[in-house]
């Protein structure tokens, strides 16, 4: 079983920047493939950004504003979100996979409890 806790959500201004963290319980932390996803009220989860290594991928709306990494030192995983819009609000989950990176929801083995991220205009 894999425990997934967030933080650093919160409300900011549009063209500021927050940065999320996700702890990981699990002794073989460095080789899950990590992701990010949001869901804004009435609409899918949809996926933001993954890790497996060191590389990440990143969707075409965060690409060159966000920025995943781990350090698997601290079994951790951060986004950093650079020139927030308002279009960004959503509740953002931390996802676990065991197999790659976490790309499609149903990809997905473990789930955070999410965080809110809003974005006022």
């Known amino acids: 079983q894999v425990q997934l806790v967030e933080s650093g959500g919160g409300l900011v201004q549009a063209g500021g920047s927050l940065k999320l963290s996700c702890v990981a319980s699990g002794r073989i932390f460095s080789s899950y493939g990590m992701g990010w996803f949001r869901q804004a009220p009435g609409k899918e989860r949809e996926f933001v950004a993954a890790?497996?290594?060191?590389?990440?991928i990143y969707a075409d709306s965060v690409k060159g504003r966000f920025t995943i990494s781990r350090d698997n030192a601290k079994n951790t995983v951060h986004l950093q979100m650079n020139s927030l819009k308002p279009e960004d609000t959503a509740v953002y989950y931390c996802a676990a996979d065991l197999r790659t990176m976490p790309t499609m929801t149903a990809e997905v083995d473990y789930w955070g409890q999410g965080t809110q991220v809003t974005v006022s205009s």
């Open positions: 890790i497996r290594w060191s590389s990440g």
